[in-house]
Nanobody, 121 residues
Framework: QVQVVESGGGLVQAGGSLRLSCAASGTIFSINAMGWYRQAAGPQRELVASITSGDILNYGDSVKGRFTISRDNAKNTVYLQMNSLKPEDTAVYYC???????????????WGQGTQVTVSS
């Protein structure tokens, strides 16, 4: 099986910074992409940022220019540097890993348990 574990959430004042980390472990042949999503009030989970194995980056419109995603392939770890935080960034942040468990066959999507980020005004 594959485990995805996030860390680094917390409480910060508006204008401050936080860095989130996410590590994937277990039965992993390769990771196609890793990403961060967030969920505020309601069931909708929105893309924050993602990075592929080929370093193709994608950011949600609301975080462009403020958040930076990076990846350490050797550690199967992805980071999210969040600067100039706003109260509207408050949400539970979830990490996703799209994993190839063997050289052939389909890939699988795994989610972490989420980490709370709260930005006070």
């Amino acid at each position: 099986q594959v485990q995805v574990v996030e860390s680094g959430g917390g409480l910060v004042q508006a204008g401050g910074s936080l860095r989130l980390s996410c590590a994937a472990s277990g039965t992993i042949f390769s990771i196609n992409a890793m990403g961060w999503y967030r969920q505020a009030a309601g069931p909708q989970r929105e893309l924050v940022a993602s990075i592929t194995s080929g370093d193709i980056l994608n950011y949600g419109d609301s975080v462009k220019g403020r958040f930076t995603i990076s990846r350490d392939n050797a550690k199967n770890t992805v980071y999210l540097q969040m600067n100039s935080l706003k109260p509207e960034d408050t949400a539970v942040y979830y990490c996703n890993a799209n994993v190839q468990k063997s050289p052939i066959g389909r890939s699988y999507s795994f989610w972490g348990q989420g980490t709370q980020v709260t930005v006070s005004s």
